[in-house]
């Protein structure tokens, strides 16, 4: 008995990778206009032009397209900046963030996520991996931010990282209110302000690698005043 395929598994052939656009491409259209509990097999179906039993056989449910959907858009969905301070780095990723959760079809596919990693088996892990590779990936802000002497050696990168991102999630998932600027520009300065005095340090003589120092978290905030410009 050969083991079933996981959700979105292409098999060779041009048709079913065909297919998988049309149906990942539909589903990212439709979240636009209408959030997750409004998203059926049959609309897609209408959309993609796709029949709803090949969309039910090859995915099963509508969360199954959706964790097919995330795979794919989660790595290179937010710029990366890069700009030459650590301050400036994590207020641009912050408003870029701020940007990408203005768009309502954004705001629909990680709600419907969460939603999709509560009930879909296997779902729970790729939400898990899509948050923890992008956090990976962006921690090279704090790795440049280590070789230029602006935080402790020992800081842990992507515990910075979530905790800017954290107040976004908490913001549409148990607020649900509107994301702004003044979101973005707190998020960033909360997160700065912690790493460069310290707070997320490991203790260790890795954390985001570069240079070691103990004091350099102080020296930092010494050059930027504390960093508490409110710049956006």
Same mark, same amino acid.
Request: aromatic share 6%; charged share 25%; with cysteine.
């Given at each position: 008995? @050969?083991?079933?395929?996981?959700?979105? /598994?292409?098999?060779?052939?041009?048709?079913?990778?065909? &297919?998988?656009?049309?149906?990942?491409?539909?589903?990212? !259209?439709?979240?636009?206009?209408?959030?997750?509990?409004?998203?059926?097999?049959?609309?897609?179906?209408?959309? +993609?032009?796709?029949?709803?039993? &090949? #969309?039910? $056989? $090859?995915?099963?449910?509508?969360?199954?397209?959706?964790?097919?959907?995330?795979?794919?858009?989660?790595?290179?969905? #937010?710029?990366?900046?890069? =700009?030459? @301070?650590?301050?400036?780095?994590?207020?641009?990723?912050?408003?870029? *963030? /701020?940007?990408?959760? +203005?768009?309502?079809?954004?705001?629909?596919?990680?709600?419907?996520?969460?939603? =999709?990693?509560?009930?879909?088996? %296997?779902?729970?892990?790729?939400?898990?991996?899509?948050? +923890? /590779?992008?956090? $990976?990936?962006?921690?090279?802000?704090? !790795?440049?931010?280590?070789? $230029?002497?602006?935080?402790?050696?020992? @800081?842990?990168? !992507?515990?910075? *990282?979530?905790?800017?991102?954290?107040?976004?999630?908490?913001? *549409?998932? *148990?607020?649900?209110?509107?994301?702004?600027?003044?979101?973005?520009? &707190?998020?960033? !300065?909360?997160?700065?302000?912690?790493?460069?005095?310290?707070?997320?340090?490991?203790?260790?003589? %890795?954390?985001? %690698? %570069?240079?070691?120092?103990?004091? +350099?978290?102080?020296? /930092?905030?010494?050059?930027?005043?504390?960093?508490?410009?409110?710049?956006?």
């Amino acid at each position: 008995m @050969t083991e079933p395929r996981p959700h979105g /598994a292409t098999r060779p052939g041009g048709r079913t990778a065909r &297919t998988r656009t049309a149906v990942l491409n539909a589903a990212w !259209e439709e979240l636009e206009t209408r959030d997750f509990a409004s998203l059926t097999i049959d609309r897609l179906a209408q959309h +993609s032009g796709v029949h709803a039993a &090949t #969309i039910r $056989r $090859r995915w099963r449910t509508v969360e199954g397209v959706l964790c097919d959907l995330v795979s794919q858009y989660s790595a290179s969905s #937010i710029p990366l900046p890069d =700009t030459g @301070t650590l301050h400036e780095d994590l207020h641009a990723l912050a408003h870029a *963030i /701020a940007d990408f959760y +203005s768009a309502p079809r954004n705001r629909h596919l990680v709600e419907g996520f969460v939603i =999709t990693a509560l009930r879909e088996p %296997g779902a729970e892990q790729v939400l898990r991996e899509a948050f +923890s /590779a992008r956090i $990976r990936l962006v921690s090279v802000l704090l !790795e440049r931010a280590v070789r $230029r002497g602006e935080i402790p050696a020992d @800081t842990d990168a !992507e515990e910075v *990282i979530a905790a800017l991102g954290a107040p976004f999630y908490y913001r *549409i998932l *148990i607020t649900r209110r509107p994301i702004d600027d003044d979101l973005a520009r &707190t998020s960033a !300065e909360a997160a700065y302000l912690a790493a460069v005095h310290g707070v997320f340090r490991t203790g260790g003589a %890795g954390g985001a %690698g %570069g240079k070691s120092g103990p004091d +350099s978290a102080g020296e /930092a905030a010494g050059r930027d005043g504390g960093g508490a410009s409110g710049r956006d």
